[in-house]
């Protein structure tokens, strides 16, 4: 069984930082890449970041390269977004899902946690 869980949302001030943190309870998922995707309320999911297996490769989306970090740590079975200079259009839910193919979009993941809110004040 697998059960991710994210925690580190809150709510911050534009500018400030976050970093958000997805753990697998479950058994590990070797070989699977993890990806980030946050959505507001109204709008369509957004894909944010993913990362392989092996951290050799990340992806992120136009609106947060150079801001947010993504990385994991596979023997804690925990993968990270560091989120920097935040701003007011980043707050989402943002959630982690896992796939055993990196993906760059929102859909096909196989894993979903139940996500966590960031609220980022101006």
């Known amino acids: 069984q697998v059960r991710l869980v994210e925690s580190g949302g809150g709510l911050v001030q534009a500018g400030g930082s976050l970093r958000l943190s997805c753990a697998n309870s479950?058994?590990?998922?070797?070989?699977?890449?993890m990806g980030w995707i946050r959505q507001t309320p109204g709008k369509d999911r957004e894909f944010v970041a993913a990362?392989?297996?092996?951290?050799?490769?990340?992806y992120y989306a136009d609106s947060v390269k150079g801001r947010f970090t993504i990385s994991r740590d596979n023997a804690k079975n925990t993968v990270y977004l560091q989120m920097n200079s935040l701003k007011p259009e980043d707050t989402a839910v943002y959630s982690c899902?896992?796939?055993?193919?990196?993906?760059?979009?929102?859909?096909?993941?196989?894993?979903w946690g139940q996500g966590t809110q960031v609220t980022v004040s101006s």
């Open positions: 899902a896992a796939s055993i193919g990196v993906r760059t979009v929102t859909t096909g993941w196989t894993y």
């Open positions: 479950g058994r590990t998922l070797i070989g699977y890449a």
């Open positions: 990362i392989t297996w092996s951290s050799d490769t990340s």
